[in-house]
C-alpha cells in the first residue's frame, strides 16, 4: 500500500495515521496532545524524567519526537508527591513533546530476588531504601494517569529467555488479567494506553497472547519479553511471524530493542516504534556508532585523529570536534565527553529512522534491502 491513509481514532487527541507500506516495513503518524511522533520511530531512553547528560533542547535537536520514561522508577524516586508538585512529568521535565512510559513490568524480571509475585500483584522491596510497596494494576495506572504521559503501558509479567513453559503461560495469563484491569482504570486526558503481548519465543503462545491481548482493544500494541537473551535470530523469527498479525490500524512497538541491525529488521518486520538505552549506555561506555560500525574511543588511534566521528554527520559532535578532543575527554573523565557522544549516538539513530522512512514512503525495497545489508553485522 502507498499513499493510502488508515486513521483510527480512540480519543481526541490520540489517533494513529498509516502512510504507506513496503512490504510489511510501515510508515506512519502518531499524533498526541503534545505532538506528532513519525513512525518509524526511535524513542530515546530517560528512565527518570532525563536523558542522562542531555537537556530536553539538546534531545529534540538529535531529532527525538519521542522520550520513554519508566513508571516504576519515578514512582520509587522521586515519588508522586514531586510529580504532583510539578503538574505532571512534562512540566518536571522540561519536555514539551510526547512521552511514553513503560509499567515496570520488566524490572519484575530484574528485580526478581527483590519482590514476590500473586495474581493480584507484586510485593516489591526498594533497591533504593529498602521500602516496601505493593503494585497493583490499578496503582500503576494511577501513576501514569498522574504523570500525565501521553502514551501508558499496561502492567505485565515479564519473564525470562530460560524461563519454563509452564512460567511463561502463566507469566502471559497473569498479563492478560492485568491488561484487562489496567484497561478499566482512569486516564489521564487524552492518555492511550497499549497492551503488552508475551508469549516468549513460542509462535504458538504468542498468537494466543495476541489474540486475547487485542481483544481488549487497547491503542496500541507491543512485543515484550525480547532481547532478554534469546538471541537476534530468534527475535527475528518471532518479530516476522507476530508483528504483520497485529492489528494493521493500530500502533505496533516492539520493548527495549535495540541495535541499529535489531531496528532495520523489526522495520521490515512490520514494527512502528521502539526503545532502548544503547545509544545513550554505549556512548558513556566510550563506544560510537557509524555507518562502518561502532568505534570504541579509548583506542590509541584516535589520539591524533583531527577527524570527526562520521563526516557525514550533521550532529553537533561531528559539526565542531574531532575524534582526538573526544578521546581526550573521555580519558580525563570529562562529562563533556558523555554530552557530545550521546548527542552523536542520538543523532545516529535518528538518521537511521529518517532512512528507514523514506525508503518505505518511497516504496523502495531495495533500499531496504541495502540498510538491511549495511547493518547485518
Not at 149 to 157: E, G, K, Q, W
Not at 238 to 243: G, H, L, M, R
Not at 286 to 314: K, M, W, Y
Request: charged share 20%; aromatic share 6%; with cysteine.
Amino acid at each position: 500500500m502507498n499513499d493510502t491513509t488508515t486513521t483510527t481514532t480512540t480519543s481526541q487527541e490520540f489517533r494513529f495515521e498509516l502512510d504507506a507500506t513496503c512490504g510489511n516495513a510501515r510508515a506512519g503518524r502518531i499524533h498526541t496532545a503534545h505532538g506528532t511522533v513519525e513512525t518509524p520511530a526511535f524513542m530515546t531512553v530517560g528512565t527518570y524524567g532525563a536523558v542522562r547528560g542531555m537537556s530536553p533542547d539538546g534531545v529534540r535537536a538529535t531529532g527525538a519526537q519521542i522520550i520513554l520514561s519508566n513508571t516504576l522508577h519515578l514512582y520509587l524516586r522521586p515519588g508522586l508527591e514531586v510529580i504532583d508538585l510539578h503538574g505532571g512529568l512534562h512540566r518536571m521535565m522540561g519536555w514539551d513533546g510526547p512521552i511514553l512510559t513503560d509499567s515496570g513490568g520488566f524490572q519484575l524480571m530484574s528485580l526478581k530476588s527483590m519482590l514476590r509475585i500473586d495474581d493480584e500483584g507484586v510485593d516489591l522491596r526498594s533497591p533504593i531504601d529498602g521500602s516496601r510497596h505493593r503494585l497493583t494494576p490499578a496503582l500503576v495506572m494511577e501513576v501514569q494517569r498522574r504523570l500525565g504521559v501521553d502514551i501508558a503501558m499496561v502492567f505485565d509479567h515479564c519473564p525470562a529467555a530460560d524461563a519454563s513453559d509452564a512460567f511463561k503461560r502463566e507469566a502471559m495469563d497473569r498479563s492478560t488479567r492485568w491488561a484487562a484491569q489496567c484497561l478499566d482504570q482512569p486516564r489521564a486526558p487524552g492518555q492511550a494506553v497499549f497492551g503488552i503481548v508475551q508469549g516468549g519465543v513460542d509462535l504458538a503462545l504468542r498468537r494466543e497472547h495476541l489474540a486475547a491481548i487485542a481483544e481488549l482493544a487497547p491503542d496500541g500494541l507491543a512485543l515484550g519479553g525480547l532481547a532478554v537473551g534469546e538471541g537476534p535470530q530468534e527475535m527475528d523469527r518471532v518479530v516476522s511471524a507476530i508483528a504483520p498479525e497485529m492489528p494493521a490500524e493500530k500502533p505496533r512497538y516492539l520493548m527495549g530493542v535495540g541495535f541499529p541491525r535489531d531496528l532495520v529488521a523489526s522495520v521490515q518486520g512490520g514494527i512502528d516504534l521502539f526503545d532502548c538505552v544503547i545509544p545513550t549506555r554505549h556512548a558513556r561506555n566510550g563506544q560510537l556508532f557509524t555507518p562502518e560500525g561502532r568505534i570504541n574511543i579509548a583506542n590509541s588511534r584516535f589520539r591524533h585523529d583531527d577527524g570527526p566521528v562520521d563526516p557525514e554527520c550533521d550532529c553537533l559532535t561531528c559539526q565542531r570536534f574531532t575524534l582526538a578532543y573526544l578521546k581526550h575527554l573521555y580519558q580525563t573523565k570529562e562529562i563533556l565527553y558523555s554530552t557530545l557522544a550521546t548527542t552523536h549516538n542520538l543523532r545516529f539513530y535518528q538518521r537511521l529512522m529518517r532512512r528507514l522512512r523514506q525508503a518505505i514512503m518511497d516504496n523502495n525495497k531495495a533500499r531496504l534491502a541495502a540498510l538491511s545489508a549495511q547493518f547485518a553485522g
